[in-house]
């Protein structure tokens, strides 16, 4: 089976669940990739954001918002059992963070792109928190995926 991990900030008591970004939660699986839940920590990380090209042009309180925090990538098997006491005591912010980056044009195209074409393909499974994804920021998705009576 292997081990899976969350990106979990102790300061703040939020986690960053690589599924909602598409990515596995095994490390190999995530950290390979370089996008998804690891743009997602680095939107959070983000000091200094919109002050030049290639940053995100956005106001969105969440850029910046784990900069200086305790922050780590616990797996479920770690001694520290703080994979667990994420799941059960911390906000999960994945979707909140996923919204945020879709505020810049190219990674949102590209998104709903993807679950687009993913959904005509008929070769689809979203799991429960792309799902959740899918239906709070891209309501046109949303629509294809309830035609296909898969929701």
């Not at 703040?12 to 690891?38: D, H, I």
């Not at 850029?63 to 006491?85: C, M, N, R």
């Not at 393909?121 to 709070?136: A, P, Q, V």
């Amino acid at each position: 089976m292997g081990q899976y991990y969350k990106v979990v900030n102790k300061t703040k008591k939020q986690y960053l669940c690589p599924w909602t970004f598409g990515n596995g939660a095994k490390l190999m699986e995530f950290v390979s990739e370089g996008r998804g839940v690891l743009q997602g920590l680095g939107i959070l990380l983000a000091e200094g954001n919109g002050r030049g090209g290639g940053d995100l042009h956005s106001d969105n309180y969440l850029i910046g918002l784990w900069a200086g925090d305790e922050v780590f990538i616990s797996g479920d098997y770690a001694d520290s059992e703080l994979y667990h006491e994420a799941e059960n005591k911390y906000k999960d912010i994945s979707i909140d963070v996923y919204a945020c980056l879709c505020e810049d044009d190219w990674f949102r195209e590209q998104a709903e792109k993807r679950f687009t074409e993913e959904i005509k393909s008929g070769r689809f499974y979203f799991n429960d928190m792309e799902r959740k994804l899918i239906k709070k920021v891209f309501p046109k998705v949303h629509g294809l995926l309830v035609l296909t009576k898969k929701v």
